[in-house]
């Protein structure tokens, strides 16, 4: 019997994966955006409005991760982005060789964006790399401003916040400073927009950080 | 769910490892899992032993789960309380500025491989 030491993180097959997908899309220019919320916050939604707003502008295609249906790729086509459904297979999360494999299957045309719809879960999504070149994670008024207490994770490794559905704020107790100050306290370098995709409100601001995280990453 | 596509990623891990340095069969992992790492080791063990039957290299190894404690720093009052006893609030000065030091990892801590 031989004992070897290998204080390795559990996941480390997973993170070499990603960082060897993360180093092949920039070098293609691809920026990967790994989009993480609850089920119900959103995501489509938003991805509808921004993809409208901005696919003049730049070639995206969007990886929608579901354990069944396709009903989200459907909406994303309708509006004129290319679409594929990656099926987890009743796993809660994507992992870099799932990425890797839905990738594929958007073909060989270039794309400036591809968004990876993750699956609507706060927990695991956040445990595994992507391979995404930014994570982006979306809190709906609904939902509460508690949320960083009960998801410290996400928030941990999320790039940028987008606080949704603002429009219906009046109807809910929702403190977006405390929300603000409890995400900040997790991760001070988190980007935050507030928007709703009804009113338009703070879609600006949102796209305009987008595309100038699309332009970086090509440099 | 969420065991099971950890389990994956370790039985990968485990079988780079093993093809690294050429060992055919591992006997024992160990792991260290943080309390409040979010695994539940029983369902994890269960995993495991349903997973390994399915890989020659990894069929005999038997898991081991070392518990590390969680503990949790107070930026008011500068002291370090258990994280499971007494949650996001310092027992010590009540003050909720507080952080996880410790207490979510999973690690692989080591293997045994016969000669």
């Known amino acids: 019997m031989k004992i070897i030491e290998l204080k390795e993180t559990i996941t480390a097959s997973n993170d070499r994966d990603a960082a060897v997908l993360r180093a092949e899309l920039k070098e293609k220019g691809t920026l990967l955006v790994n989009l993480m919320a609850s089920p119900g916050a959103g995501k489509t939604t938003l991805l509808e409005r921004t993809i409208r707003d901005l696919k003049d502008e730049m070639n ?13 790729a459907v909406r994303i086509e309708k509006i004129g982005a290319k679409a594929v459904q990656a099926h987890t297979d009743g796993m809660c999360h994507m992992d870099a060789g799932m990425t890797r494999r839905a990738l594929e299957g958007l073909g060989d045309e270039p794309f400036d964006l591809v968004v990876l719809e993750n699956v609507g879960n706060l927990i695991c999504p956040a445990e595994f790399d992507t391979g995404a070149g930014k994570c982006v994670m979306l809190l709906s008024v609904p939902e509460g401003d508690d949320k960083p207490l009960k998801y410290p994770l996400m928030f941990s490794v999320s790039d940028v916040l987008i606080i949704t559905k603002t429009d219906v704020a009046p109807y809910f107790d929702f403190d977006f400073d405390a929300c603000i100050a409890r995400a900040k306290k997790l991760n001070p370098n988190i980007t935050i927009f507030k928007v709703s995709a009804k009113t338009g409100e703070g879609f600006e601001e949102w796209e305009a950080w987008l595309k100038s995280a699309v332009k970086n990453w090509k440099n | 769910m969420h065991e099971m596509g ?6 990968k891990t485990l079988e780079e490892t093993a093809e690294q340095e050429q060992i055919k069969k591992i006997t024992r992992v160990t792991l260290e899992v943080g309390e409040v790492s979010g695994i539940l080791t029983d369902y994890f063990t269960d995993c495991w032993n349903y997973f390994r039957r399915k890989h020659p290299v990894l069929e005999s190894a038997e898991l081991d789960l070392q518990t590390l404690p969680a503990v949790t720093f107070c930026g008011n009052c500068e002291k370090t309380y258990p994280t499971v006893q007494y949650g996001r609030t310092c027992p010590y000065c009540g ?12 690690i692989i801590k080591e293997i045994e491989v016969e000669d």
């Open chain 1, 60 to 72: 995206i295609a969007v990886m929608e991760a579901d354990v069944d249906s396709d009903v989200d």
């Open chain 2, 6 to 11: 950890i389990i994956l990623h370790l039985a």
């Open chain 2, 95 to 106: 003050s909720g500025e507080t952080w996880l030091l410790k207490g979510n990892e999973c």
